[in-house]
């Protein structure tokens, strides 16, 4: 079973990918509506979790959720907490990390499994 990518490298990608994706809807104009800008995420989150360990996916959620609300909310470069709106984003982001993490885990330990596995020739 190949070893997860350590998990610098993954918080790496989340922001990098993040600010990519970010500044990719800005030029787009779909930036006003912040639900394009976190379903993307939300998909790169769970890309980076096919490939890293459980432990990446807060800082992966955390990172991704942050280059959103500076990025793509008003007031723009400026963080800040909405109560109503940002742990429904964190939760979003942090699902999405998981998910991909867990479905990459199964993935591997199956191929490893159908390597170490005899296969019956009979039938």
């Given at each position: 079973m190949p070893e997860p990518v350590a998990t610098p490298f993954i918080w790496l990608g989340a922001?990098?990918?993040?600010?990519?994706?970010?500044?990719?809807?800005?030029?787009?104009?779909?930036?006003?509506?912040t639900e394009f800008a976190l379903a993307a995420l939300s998909v790169l989150a769970a890309g980076l979790g096919l490939r890293g360990r459980f432990a990446a996916a807060p800082?992966?959620?955390?990172?991704?959720?942050?280059?959103?609300?500076?990025?793509?909310?008003?007031?723009?470069?400026e963080i800040s907490w909405a109560g109503h709106r940002d742990p429904e984003w964190v939760a979003c982001l942090l699902a999405a990390a998981v998910l991909g993490t867990a479905a990459g885990r199964v993935a591997?330990?199956?191929a490893a499994y159908r390597r170490v596995t005899p296969h019956d020739s009979t039938g």
């Open positions: 922001s990098l990918g993040a600010l990519v994706l970010v500044g990719a809807l800005d030029l787009l104009g779909a930036l006003d509506r800082g992966t959620a955390l990172l991704c959720w942050a280059l959103l609300n500076i990025c793509a909310t008003r007031p723009t470069g591997h330990a199956r």
